[in-house]
């Protein structure tokens, strides 16, 4: 029943995604890594919103609906597809990647590395009971009351919770936190019948799993070698910070990590191959991401620009800039979006959908900063790595991939800088409980960047698998 | 200097290595100058320390730490130490390895009778102490010992003690230890990973990571002097081999992890793992609350207790699926109109119950309650419904 809890959604998420690829105007065959990879994230969002439903619905928690509605988007999804496809079928590759006799070693050692770190953390997931603070205060406390009680029993804000006598209404001090992370956890449970802790949070070590299947699907997509794209997997799930959140699951920043992170991929993959469903795909992910967690607004945001800068010349972001920087000053840089909210600036605050303002307050965390990105060891070297590669893609860089690699790192810089650097949420850098669960949520991205720029700087262009011409 | 052209990468590599460790050893010695480059150190017997307070017993070179009074255990070396300016580092074997910072080290110099001295181990250092973190450390150390707190541990084992002196040799080897320190997991996992010890003087990413990069700069200065092109697979090789290292040590830590993960929770079941874990007492006392004393459906409980304290967060989950409040110091007038259970985890100052009007009180206020279970770890009262309340607006 718990292989059935954990492999459904993952089916069902891989299915439509493999659906939503087929619209490619590009592709020849199923990329099977990278439906799989994404496919995970897409099908437990797939999975939470349908328990929500059911219960909305139906009043009560109902595995068996929740089931039977996967099994039918299964199908469904299933039916697309095979429309889709039917003058080729579903040409899923069964040939394994062509490599070097001199580099079988290394991808070996590669390859065993990424077991060991997977299989160190799965121990840990499955044997210890739940160990960290938010898991237990927000994330799993939630799901734990739920599934104890058998109801989706709302939280409320302190105040309010004190003037109600219902006692099916619980407060939390972050009650304001988005649900889905929560539905995950709770899912698994619902169908084994039983409290424990590992059950409800072992799908965050499934999620490091699909982060990796959809990086090396993505690495492969632009025709990258599959050395390099082995690489890419190791590098990611070697990296410290990542290795807790696997072996520690319960935390929303790994799950954010996969849409936010995965959706930057997206993007990036797009911006090389002007594939316009990766542009679908990553803008669909970010904004997933928005229900994960509050931070997913800022990304999506981010993502937003991202692509607004892959089709527009700098000569026009230039303008772009001047037009928002004389529109502060003139005082018309506050829009009010309809049920998304403010955005803009004013009055010495930023106003962000769903994050709310975000008071300037200048903070002296460079200290910490530097710390945190390089003598701390929760990234191992690849914030060294990632400078010294920009570096490089500045003077020996392809063109397209210069121009992607320096708009994200811009883009991200700038949002580093806003959040911790102008503003009160530098506390959160200088006693390091909040800046590297960010940077977390967009870890697969920087990975990918890492990738890009190496690619660019040492090997010739490669034809993208996926533009071939069939 | 042909050899250098020769094979440019492994000279790279090799210059790299020599100039940073030139440049760090300078920065080590101009931090704490040593005056030597090695030197002898200066083992402790372990027979020549005493209880002072609490007890145990010695086995073979072994010194166990199992009887407390009133929570605590010290162990003295009324023996002291001559001209301790002589030592830098004191290391030692202590079992359990577990988190212990609430282990400090005392100390009292003859020059200044009276005043004594404490210095905790660092965060995840469990070891070694650096003794010159302490400005009083030197002279003549007059006594000196180890404070035990119950709560760590019920026995502690101390075997191994030996002054060290702070030579270079020393200071290097105390850095290699630092890296290799064990990182157990623990709240701090989820946001950063230190990399060994906690403060340690020289991250090992700061020198790997230079590492890299000096060599890979070195390489591609050679070959341009060469007028070859950069291989970029023996640049891949320098980057992985880099990473490697780095991560070579953080298997190891999590190995050592697996293993202890393994000997405390494998094979057990939900309820067993906690009576295992570091929370044991509090999930026992939890359960008993939940499954004895308080009735099956859920009620409100207020906790009450210092702000910030783990086990005051960690009591919703705990007792769950009962509907915890965990937000205030003092009670609230909305406790009584709402009914339940108030559960006090700590003493507070100013909060009291008095017995004769069966109230709690804080300030003029008061509510009324009856006492339903009294422990070390809590006191729970039902709010009664009778009222009688009062507390200021």
Known sequence: ?470 | MKWLLRLPMFSALLLAALLLGGALTAFLNLQTPAKEITGKSTPVAIESFRFMKGGGEQKQGILIINQYTNGKAIISNLQGLENSDRFRYLQFQLTPAMLADDLPLFFWRSAKTGEIFTMALEENVLDHLDLKRHRQWGGHISEYGFIFTENSSQSWSLQGLEFFPGTLEQSWLSIVSDWLEFEVWSQHSINFIYGGAANGRLPATLVVGAWVLLSLLLYSLLMHWKKHPVNARKIAAVVLLGWMLLDARWLFNLLQQLQLTHNVYAGKSLAEKYESGLDADYYRYFQHLKKQILPASPQFVYVLGKKTDYFRAKTPWWLAPHNVFNQGSYPKLAYEKKGGYILILHPISGLEFDQHSQTLRWGDARLPVIPVYLDPLGALYKIREDGGSHTPP
């Open chain 1, 1 to 470: 029943m718990l292989i059935l809890a954990y492999l459904l959604p993952w089916i069902t998420g891989t299915i439509w995604l493999v659906w939503l690829e087929s619209f490619s105007a590009q592709r020849q065959q199923v990329n099977l890594p990278r439906a799989v990879g994404y496919g995970f994230f897409l099908g437990y969002f797939i999975c939470s919103a349908a328990i929500y439903c059911v219960y909305a619905i139906f009043g009560h928690l109902s595995a068996t609906m929740v089931t039977g509605l996967l099994l039918a988007l299964s199908a469904l999804g299933l039916f697309l597809s095979w429309q889709k496809y039917r003058n080729g079928w579903l040409a899923i590759p069964v040939k394994a990647p062509v490599i070097k006799r001199q580099d079988k070693w290394l991808l070996l050692l590669l390859l065993a590395l990424t077991t060991a770190h997977l299989a160190v953390a799965a121990y840990d997931a499955y044997n210890r009971p739940l160990l960290p603070w938010d898991a237990w205060t927000t994330w799993t406390y939630r799901a734990k009351i739920w599934f104890l009680n058998q109801d989706l029993s709302p939280f409320i804000g302190a105040e309010a919770w004190l003037n109600t006598s219902n006692p099916g209404i619980y407060t939390i001090p972050a009650h304001g936190y988005p649900l889905i992370v929560s539905l995950i956890q709770l899912w698994p449970v619902m169908l084994q019948g039983q409290w424990n802790d590992a059950v409800a949070v072992f799908p965050g070590l499934l999620a490091g799993i699909a982060l990796i299947l959809a990086l090396y699907g993505q690495g492969r997509s632009l025709g990258w070698p599959a050395l390099l794209a082995i690489a890419g997997v190791y590098l990611l799930v070697s990296i410290p910070l990542l290795n807790a959140h696997l072996a520690l699951p319960g935390y929303a920043d790994l799950w954010l990590g996969g849409f936010a992170g995965l959706g930057f991929v997206a993007l990036l993959q797009w911006s090389q191959s002007q594939d316009r469903t990766q542009l679908l795909t990553g803008l669909l992910f970010l904004g997933l991401g928005a229900f994960i967690k509050r931070e997913g607004s800022l990304w999506l945001m981010m993502g937003l620009l991202f692509a607004i800068m892959q089709v527009l010349s700098w000569k026009l972001l230039l303008a772009m800039a001047a037009t928002a920087a004389l529109a502060i000053f003139s005082g018309y840089s506050l829009l009010n979006l309809p049920w998304l909210g403010q955005i803009g600036y004013a009055d010495g605050a930023f106003y962000l959908p769903r994050l709310g303002a975000i008071t300037l307050q200048p903070q002296d965390v460079s200290f910490a900063v530097i710390n945190n990105l390089f003598s701390n060891s929760s990234w191992n070297l690849l914030y060294f790595y990632l400078f010294a590669s920009l570096l490089l893609v500045l003077v020996h860089g392809k063109q397209r991939a210069r121009h992607s690699a320096l708009s994200f790192i811009l883009l991200l810089t700038t949002i580093i800088a806003t959040v911790f650097f102008l503003s009160a949420e530098g506390e959160w850098v200088k006693d390091s409980t909040a800046f590297g669960r960010l940077l977390l949520q967009v870890l697969p991205a920087l990975i990918f960047v890492l990738l890009l720029n190496w690619q660019a700087v040492f090997h010739q262009p490669a034809q993208p698998r996926e533009v071939e011409k069939r």
